[in-house]
């Protein structure tokens, strides 16, 4: 997505709330003493001037489904450290996949140039801890763990995106050509470490084949671990995905997410003198980012879904369009008569509702209680050039705003009345809005709404304004 990389990441960050509440303040006061057009509280106005106050709930809406752009899933973004990897078939979505690059270093203030003599891997295992997240089916199939070797340089200074793609091995280090695993973010972990059994948080222990362990072991030897620089120069970084899972069915198939920065590789070794001896290799504090995947195919997806994104000449006006995260796919919604409302004579907007609701007359077909909505969705206007800005309701807060999830109602609302003003007073172009998934490069959910020709919930702008003399 084409936007300054500073304004996403507040909004997706709990310190953006703050900012946007003390930044509201002032905006709020400078619009209501400056413009007359602006927001107009219905409980203070005058009683005669009641009579200008009007309600409108028939506003011409366009709604389509449309391809998303790609985001950034770089450690700038994933702060927390939470990374996605998975696979699942939806049988509205198609296939949707997140796999990840990372760079591997060695732990902190430990830098041993030697392994002893004659040190000797006994095994090396990838150890990917749960964050507790895990979307899809409450029944797990397997996924298969595969991990390559990256070819390229990776670099905590660059920029990456959920559609960037690095060179890497075709060789699998995984010690079986990939391992299975299916998602359990419940049950600890048993190893033996030092003869001792150790209970270990729930993770994913993928054995790496002692080839690329004994590997590491003898680049000690030549010097190239005695400091990150030449370490990630031996080793640009590991792709680790779940791509080539093979025998999921509809419905099945998980996205998981796992703590980077407690996730590690452990080299187990012994040398000519000592027995049962380990290393770290730390997964933390380094450059990564997620790749994300999706299989639009016409036979995999909803024909109402094909119809709006396959189809050359794609429908204006949707009964049903679609939202999903990961850079999949958003709704696009016009307005093409909202000038008209100027037609009589300039109107101050008190409140611009927009109601998003999601198309239960087809729960049983989407199943709600496997592929979870959205917790909240956020909507972005759409500049001459097709990139997009943040509306000015955006800076008024969370509680002005909306967009979160109504699990009563089944619903998203947000407040849009600074942007619908801004167009009537012809300070912005009428390009329309697109609808996405907040928060979408840290999660996968995706939502099956209403659009403007639904017959029972359809997408609508309710308007409550007051006429300017």
Known sequence: MNIQNSIPKILSRAIGT??????????????????????????????NDLLNVGYEDSTTIFTRTVDGDSL??????????????????????????????????????????????????????LSLVYEGTVYGKKERKNLKLSVHQVTQTMSIAATYYSNTILPSNAVDLTATDGFLFKANTFDSVATVALGDTVMLKPQVRAPLDNSFGQLLLNNAILGNLTDNASFQSLLNGIYITTENTTGLLSEEGNIVH????????????????????????????????????????????????????????????NATVFVQSMAGVKTKIEFPH?????????IGVNKAELLISVDTNLL?????????APAALIVFGINDNGTVYVIPDAFEGANYFGGTYNSGTVQYKFNIARYIQQILNGDRNNNGLYILASNGAAFANRIVIGGATSATRPMKLNITYTKIH
């Open 364 to 372: 049983d077909l989407y199943k709600l209680d496997t592929f979870a």
């Open 338 to 346: 909202l000038m008209r409302w100027v037609d009589n004579g300039r």
């Open 72 to 125: 950034i899933t770089d450690e700038s973004l994933i702060s927390s450290g939470v990374a996605l990897i998975g696979k699942y078939i939806d049988p509205v979505f198609g296939t949707a996949s997140a796999s990840i690059y990372t760079q591997v270093r060695l732990p902190s203030g430990i830098t041993p140039t030697t392994f002893g003599t004659s040190p000797t891997c006994d095994s090396i295992i």
């Open 258 to 317: 796992f703590k980077m920065g407690e996730s590690k590789i452990t080299l187990y070794y012994k040398n000519s003198t000592t027995d049962s001896l380990s290393y770290d290799f730390s997964l933390g504090s380094v450059a990564r980012f997620n790749n994300f995947k999706h299989d639009y195919s016409t036979a995999l997806i909803n024909p109402l879904l094909d119809n709006q994104i396959n189809n050359p000449t794609p429908p204006t006006q």
């Open 18 to 47: 703050k900012f946007f509440f003390i930044l509201s303040l002032g905006v709020s006061i400078c619009l209501t003493s400056c413009d007359e057009s602006s927001v107009v509280g219905l409980d203070v106005q005058p009683e």
